[in-house]
């Protein structure tokens, strides 16, 4: 990973922690539920973009670096089990 | 919203951040992809499993509550914003 | 349900239905799997669609009904199954 | 793709096709919403199952002859834009 990229994504992180923290306070202020849950679908949606960008990157380097040295069913097998979870 | 409820809330949100810290440190310490996408669709799941206590909580007080005081077109049109947020 | 709303969603049935058989055939002839997938998905939107006009339908109808009927629970719990079933 | 393969696909489209023309059936029956409602979640789940085996072949034969092939930059964007439009 380069470190550009990692940077990005832990200022992504660290987005998602203060967003959470947000979160805490409503809920120990006893927020309106619906104002919650808009928080934590977003919060959700922050995650999700974060995601797609690791994805991209590891199809990028890891799966074509993974297919050049012959490890090509160990790859195949760890996407297939990403889409399961994310699917699930 | 009850006491009890709220205290499990924040152990749920409490919890997600302590997986977030984590998953820093995954990301800082450059660890392999496939394994950081494992734990941020953990952290996902454990926030929709909060928001589905927190609707089910919803459901049950705020929705009767509104209906019984004449605010059903308020608590209808929340619910299908919710809806189409978390379809998106 | 009024007769205008069946018959839109009827109308959104035969569409589907109609995708659904142009899929058959693009696997019958062996087309590119990335072709069948972006089809498949464009008929998961569509269904997804339908559903959240009869959910719309739903709250606005017969929830408020089963409220004002004293049926509460029944109404509460089977939008709770629902969202389990969607989320899943 | 091979016969098996493309046979189950098709007996699995067939199958949606089927259980699509009960849901008609039932919108058309005026059928109470939520049984109607728990019919098209079971479709969706149905085709994304299809989806999942579908991608699994894609992802086994195209992928990897396409990376073999050079065409690893279509290959690779193709992934990121089918994950998109699931995620969407």
């Given amino acids: 990973m380069d470190d550009a990229l990692r940077q990005d994504y832990v200022k992504r992180i660290n987005y998602v922690e203060g967003h ?36 991209e990157g590891h199809l990028k380097e890891c799966v074509l670096a993974g297919v050049r040295e012959g490890r090509e069913d160990q790859v195949v097998s760890e996407l297939i089990e990403l889409y399961r979870l994310a699917e699930r």
Same sequence: chains 1, 2, 3, 4.
């Fill in 20 to 55: 959470l923290k947000g979160v805490r306070k409503m809920i120990e202020e006893d927020k309106y539920c619906v104002d919650v849950l808009r928080q934590t679908l977003a919060i959700r949606k922050a995650i999700q973009k974060l995601e797609a960008l690791m994805l």
